[in-house]
């Protein structure tokens, strides 16, 4: 247990110290928080109360489809993942840090949103924030499952960016989050509804705490998990 | 014999191409020992399914004793800082930080750097430190100088020398025939996956032959004769050069070296 805490602190600083996760965690997901909270709330004061769960999915889904990957990548798809092996270091140890270390770095990111929304721009506060945090984390496991099967399918950077655009865009323009889904053609909400934006957004505002926006989190993060253990065990002698 | 490692009939396929056709080793406790090779000989193939680190088609491999691994090509985390790497590894092996061994790697002198500002012999010299992080009885060091300046190499052979003076079973895998000679009780020769020379480096030397080389250096410049009859060859390129009336600068005597025979070997095999 001491060796598993000993490599989660470890893999937590080596997160703080990558400037290029410092950027998808932190930078880029508060700076678009800045600039949309202050244009949304103007333009359409309705949107103070679900901003907080908007910017929330679009940081979430920066974080996990467009950072975390690459991080992951960087170890699994390289000489590292052999290093550990040689060393007796187990395999399933990089990827269960790098996911615990990238989940605290991004419910610490949402937490800045939670906390400075109603201060900057007005917006509504999570009323019940236990259930709030409660939704948050299994939205925030359920898409970072999905980024660890993306880090160790696709090992090529270049590849990965356009992969992680390929699940990030769609996120935020058809998860509902920048106007509402039910706008959309019936197409573009039928696959809106693949990602579990969409889901995590409805699932984290007032009253969606429930089990019809709880399944699909639940489906994908037990099939992207069972994925990533067998991705790890076939990696053992490639 | 006391075996550290025992190979029997290792085979080892990528698809269509055979890289081991059923290899032969046997290794004893406390032994220096090189895998030599030309690149894509199979050396590292075969490194690593005896450490367990690739799957292997046919054969038998026995290891008798704790491993220590330093591979060919390594590389660990962009912002890990060397004692955290050390530490992380020591964790997990369950082993203590040995601070001499740190000391004498000079781990502690590269402490406050992160793994991409360090040079390539300080990589070496942080992945050896990984790789004898266990206390291992046997350490595999594959291409371990590769890249490496003249300091860094000669640093890094004092401390094979000093693994070996420890009892450690060590074994290289290289294409530096120096380094091979001056580290190395027997030597293997890969070629095309199959070994086809295993012994010491003089009997390497006896199996090519009694053949010497004559260096010799007058003032119209140097010439190398090679020859199985020394005595008469010296005799007549001394009488040659008294006849041609060129004075005589230098003359020297070998056996040709390990590479040189290394080279007629792989030569040999590819006719």
Redesign the interface.
């Known amino acids: 247990m001491t060796t598993f805490l000993y490599g989660l602190v470890l893999q937590f600083k080596l997160d703080k110290r990558s400037k290029s996760l410092l950027v998808t965690y932190y930078v880029v997901p508060l700076i678009f928080f800045l600039l949309m909270g202050g244009i949304f709330t103007s333009i359409m004061p309705n949107m103070k109360e679900t901003l907080v769960q908007s910017m929330i999915v679009m940081g979430v889904s920066m974080g996990a489809f467009l950072g975390y990957p690459h991080a992951l990548a960087q170890t699994y798809g390289s000489d590292i993942k052999k290093v550990y092996q040689a060393n007796g270091v187990s395999l399933s140890f990089g990827l269960i840090t790098m996911f615990l270390s990238a989940f605290i770095h991004l419910m610490l990111m949402c937490s800045v949103i939670v906390f400075l929304a109603p201060v900057l721009f007005e917006a509504q506060r999570p009323e019940r924030l236990p259930l709030f945090y409660a939704a948050l984390a299994i939205y925030l496991s359920a898409s970072l499952s999905v980024g660890s099967a993306l880090g160790l399918i696709v090992k090529n950077q270049a590849k990965l960016t356009m992969t992680g655009q390929l699940l990030f865009l769609p996120s935020i323009m058809l998860s509902g989050i920048m106007f509402p889904a039910e706008l959309l053609p019936n197409i573009l909400n039928t696959i809106g509804q693949i990602f579990p934006a969409h889901w995590g957004y409805r699932f984290m505002q007032v009253g969606g705490f429930q089990i019809q926006n709880l399944w699909y989190l639940l489906v994908i993060l037990i099939l992207a998990s069972i994925v990533c253990g067998l991705l790890v065990k076939k990696q053992k002698f490639e | 014999m006391n075996e550290a490692i025992k190979v029997t009939n290792l085979r080892k396929s990528y698809g269509e191409q055979v890289v081991l056709k059923g290899i032969d080793l046997s290794i004893a406790a406390g032994e220096t020992f090189a895998l030599l090779g030309v690149n894509g000989a199979g050396k590292t193939t075969a490194l690593e399914c005896i450490?367990g680190?690739?799957?292997y088609d046919s054969g038998n491999i026995q290891v008798n004793g704790k491993m220590g691994?330093q591979?060919q090509?390594?590389?660990?985390?962009?912002?890990?800082k060397p004692l955290?790497a050390v530490?992380?590894?020591a964790?997990?092996?369950n082993a203590a930080v040995d601070n001499t061994m740190l000391e004498m790697l000079g781990i502690q002198d590269i402490k406050k750097k992160?793994y991409t500002q360090l040079s390539t012999g300080q990589k070496r010299r942080l992945?050896l430190a990984?790789?004898l992080?266990?206390n291992p009885d046997i350490v595999f060091l594959d291409e371990p100088t590769a890249g490496l300046d003249v300091q860094g190499r000669a640093s890094l052979h004092e401390q094979i020398r000093l693994l070996k003076s420890q009892g450690k079973t060590i074994v290289l895998a290289s294409h530096d025939m120096a380094e091979v000679e001056a580290l190395c009780d027997r030597i293997a020769v890969l070629n095309h996956g199959e070994i086809v020379f295993c012994g010491t480096a003089d009997e390497l030397t006896e199996t090519m032959g009694k053949k010497y080389f004559i260096h010799i250096k007058t003032s119209q410049g140097g010439q190398t004769v090679e020859t199985d009859n020394i005595g008469d060859t010296l005799l007549s390129l001394l009488a040659e050069l008294k006849a041609n009336d060129l004075e005589l600068l230098d003359i020297k005597v070998d056996r040709g070296t390990l590479e040189e025979h290394f080279l007629e070997i792989a030569r040999r095999n590819n006719k």
């Open positions: 450490e680190l690739r799957k691994i591979l090509s390594s590389s660990l985390p962009a912002h890990i955290e530490q992380l590894f964790k997990w092996n992160q992945h990984l790789a992080i266990n």
